[in-house]
């Protein structure tokens, strides 16, 4: 058979560690796929660096749209990040007839559904499995290994970035800019790093996985984001005093109601595996309902674990280009035309256990009344503590960990607590989720 022609857009970390690993593995992948994958066409705004790359084996150019244009080229690998350009040439090169393969989880997370649809109507395939947890194949066990399960959620650690930064501080004790300079040093941070830091980019990628394990459209704009920012150093300490974890989590669960898709700080019971993934280390919980929990681990970012998940992408096309598009996997997972409309909950109406922390005055009845206004609004408590305070200090910290309630019923009792003359300042809440 002949070899697969690929142009590849952008030569940055990414695009780099796919060149090598095709390069270096190239023998292997062609057994596998069946027939070689040659890439004839590189584009990158810094060409001379490109050259220095790749050698003399395929021509460099400054513009993508030579690649998308090229007529013997049949994949296009979109490698250059962000919702601008890449959108642009992607959908040129779907309608110029050629496959996509993407990490750009910020593009298919915003535009996806209008990128599918115009794959599909092309009968072209677009791939994303580095778009999601890097070299960890989610992609490809939610789409194809789960296929018999109706999928109860989903958590992940799907931003190495934050994972290293909230790993580093809490075993290291090292400041927040020192490890997130590191991390952007590894070449795992994002090219603006506040897509990491605030939670975007785990957002991006849940979506992803809430689109393809409920069969919804691809919804960004109504997933709830918190990143890692306003997390104090005091509430990592506490919850590991009462046995808990914190990550960036990316939440999405099914309900009668809709979906929940939140990112956010979680604790996690320390005992489980998924709490102890450390660094930029990335961790996938999968609860369907036939098989149980599920988790996959690994490399969620870096040159060649990316590269990776860009490179079996490409077997798969190699291998599924000539079938009929109606025999190949759907790319959110669910045909087209059987897709739900199961709406995303507002955060309000999110069930999930809390952590609080209350700063009080250490007087007599502080806590009877706290435990009272959540007493009236059926909030139970599953585990208290208060910080013994120091020889003539008169103000402490009451920790409450409380069973799932719903998020508006939280709030409402927090203002409440907020109003009492013994707590001090805004409580503190946190999510807390037990993963079982
Ligand atoms: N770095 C990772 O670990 C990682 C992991 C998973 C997914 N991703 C995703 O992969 C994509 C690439 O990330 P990266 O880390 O390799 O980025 P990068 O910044 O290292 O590389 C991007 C490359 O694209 C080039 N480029 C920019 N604009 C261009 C244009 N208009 N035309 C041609 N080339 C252009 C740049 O010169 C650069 O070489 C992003 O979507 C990112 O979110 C990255
Ligand atoms: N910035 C991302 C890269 C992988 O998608 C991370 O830190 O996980
Ligand atoms: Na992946």
């Not at 066409?41 to 400054?62: I, K, S, T, W």
């Not at 009462?242 to 669960?253: E, P, T």
Request: proline share 4%; net charge negative; aromatic share 4%.
């Amino acid at each position: 058979m002949k070899p697969i022609k690929v142009g590849l857009l952008g030569i940055g970390t990414v695009g780099a560690g796919t060149f090598n690993v095709l390069k270096r593995n190239q023998e292997e992948i062609a057994r596998r796929a069946g027939r070689g994958i040659e890439i004839v066409m590189v584009a990158d705004l810094n060409p001379e660096r490109a050259r220095e790359l790749v050698g003399a084996q395929c021509e460099v150019v400054g513009d993508g749209n030579l690649v998308v244009a090229h007529p013997e080229i049949d994949v296009v690998i979109e490698l250059i990040g962000g919702y601008g350009v890449a959108r642009e040439l992607v959908l040129k090169a779907i309608a110029n007839g050629k496959h996509i393969v993407t990490a750009n989880k910020a593009l298919l997370a915003t535009h996806g559904d209008e990128i599918f649809r115009a794959a599909q109507d092309k009968g072209v395939m677009v791939a994303y499995e580095a778009a999601v947890a890097g070299g960890i194949p989610i992609i490809k066990a939610l789409r194809e290994g789960l296929t018999a399960n109706r999928i109860e959620w989903i958590a992940g650690i799907i931003n190495g970035t934050t994972n290293f930064i909230l790993s580093e501080m809490r075993e290291k004790g090292l400041d927040f800019d020192t490890v997130l300079r590191e991390a952007q040093r590894l070449g795992y941070a994002e090219a603006d790093p506040t897509f990491d830091i605030e939670g975007v980019d785990a957002a991006h990628k849940a979506t992803l996985m809430a689109a393809i394990a409920f069969g919804i459209p691809v919804q960004f704009d109504k997933a709830h984001v918190e990143g890692i920012t306003k997390l104090e150093a005091v509430d990592i300490r506490y919850a590991e005093q009462l046995g808990y974890r914190i990550k960036l989590l990316g939440i999405a669960k099914r309900t009668d109601q809709g979906v929940e898709l939140r990112v956010h700080p979680t604790l996690i019971p320390a005992k489980r595996l998924i709490a102890n993934v450390e660094g930029a280390m990335n961790a996938v919980l999968v609860q369907g309902d036939a098989v149980g929990a599920t988790l996959y681990y690994g490399k969620g970012a870096g040159s060649e674990p990316t590269a990776s998940a860009v490179i079996a992408d490409l077997v798969d096309i190699a291998r599924l280009a000539d079938a009929q598009p109606e025999h190949r996997v759907p790319h959110l997972a669910f045909q087209p035309q059987s897709m739900s409309d199961l709406p995303i909950l507002p955060i309000a109406e999110v069930t999930t256990s809390y952590y609080l922390r209350l700063h009080v005055a250490d007087k007599l009845g502080v806590l009877a009344n706290v435990t009272s206004i959540l007493a009236e609004s059926t909030i139970s408590i599953d585990a208290m503590m208060q910080r013994e305070p120091a020889l003539g200090e008169t103000q402490t910290d009451i920790i409450i960990l409380t069973h799932q309630t719903q998020e508006k019923n939280v709030e409402a009792a927090i203002a409440k607590i907020e109003k009492l003359p013994t707590v001090l300042g805004k409580v503190t809440k946190l999510r807390l989720e037990h993963l079982s």
